[in-house]
């Protein structure tokens, strides 16, 4: 197998599957890791999501400190912090703990939504206004990890002359608009965002100003995989996958039968979740590869960062593996 052609990563959502435990699902991201680092994955970033019973990322600094500390060489970060919620100021403070206790492993993936509801928007004392601050909430935190504060007689410590690379990620042009504006690299979520896509590469790279961090443009995009031995088992994964994410975007409140499911998933609501999965690898290892590779030919990204959208902890983890087998080998 032959090497490909640009680093792959992961976005380890730390899900927690049925019938597992919190603690089980952590157990997992860190054996994830440690295999990832072997197997010559560039990084893994964690999510933050807050009141949805599936993921378990929400205090993401944490997670990324727990991970760093099983692991040795392999990057992590946040895919991402959603900086509205927060202080700019605690993230850097946070963020630069991880970078003195690890350093050259840590990146910050930024991003403007909320991650969550509008209920739990309230109990995260955020408000609607929140997100118009957030170009001037990146500048402040990149002053903060650097040599300068914005706020006189304001520092970041940890966090001052560390200098943690900070990464701007979305799923429309105005991610990818700050980002060219603020000479960062861009993430792009068509993982489960594939609108704007090609659109938003475009102006990131058009309006791309050089800045300290980065001389040239440096584009990621995110892709799920759901590679498996068989054709046919991936098939099955995928149909899995399709029910979880249905129920997950319509099942609030809800109790669907698998009949009502079936139903749904044959009508509109299968349509929506198809089109998230446009950019979704399925399939055995030659035929991940080959999406992948497809991907980025069309694409010209920098790096793909991989989700796994397999709903089986088995099969989550050798989605991975098995696109480390065709593509990362040597």
Avoid at 56 to 79: F, M, N, P, Q, Y
Avoid at 235 to 264: C, P, W, Y
Wanted: charged share 20%; aromatic share 8%.
């Amino acid at each position: 197998m032959g090497s490909f052609t640009v680093p792959l990563s992961i976005l380890d959502l730390a899900s927690v599957v049925r019938g597992e435990r919190i603690a089980e699902s952590f157990a997992a991201s860190v054996d994830l890791a440690q295999r990832a680092e072997r197997w010559g994955f560039e990084r893994i970033w964690y999510a933050e999501h807050h009141n949805m019973s599936s993921i378990a990322s929400s205090a993401t600094s944490v997670l990324i400190g727990h991970i760093a500390g099983h692991t040795s060489t392999i990057r992590l970060g946040s895919g991402g912090v959603m900086l509205p919620n927060h202080s700019p100021l605690v993230i850097a403070e946070q963020f630069g703990t991880l970078a003195e206790i690890y350093p050259g492993r840590i990146d910050l993936g930024l991003g403007r939504a909320p991650g969550t509801d509008q209920v739990t928007m309230q109990a995260l004392r955020r408000n609607n206004a929140s997100a118009d601050s957030f170009p001037r909430d990146v500048q402040e935190l990149q002053g903060y990890l650097g040599d300068h504060s914005l706020l006189q007689g304001v520092k970041a410590v940890p966090g001052r002359g560390t200098h943690v690379p900070l990464y701007i990620l979305g799923s429309s042009l105005y991610g990818a608009q700050l980002a060219a504006a603020l000479g960062l690299p861009f993430g792009f979520a068509s993982h489960f965002a594939p609108d704007s896509l090609h659109q938003a590469i475009s102006i990131y790279r058009e309006r791309f100003e050089p800045s300290e961090q980065l001389a040239e443009p440096y584009v990621i995009v995110g892709a799920g995989v759901i590679a498996a031995d068989t054709t046919d088992e991936a098939q099955r994964l995928l149909q899995d996958s399709r029910r979880k994410r249905f129920v997950s975007m319509f099942g609030r409140g809800r109790n669907f039968t698998d009949a009502e499911i079936e139903e749904h998933l044959a009508g509109p609501g299968g349509m929506q979740v198809d089109h998230m999965l446009t950019y979704t690898a399925v399939g055995d290892g030659p035929q991940a590869k080959a999406f992948l590779a497809d991907l980025q030919q069309k694409t010209q990204a920098n790096e793909l960062i991989l989700v796994s959208n397999a709903t089986e902890r088995t099969a989550w983890l050798r989605s991975f593996e098995i696109v480390a087998e065709q593509c990362l080998s040597s």
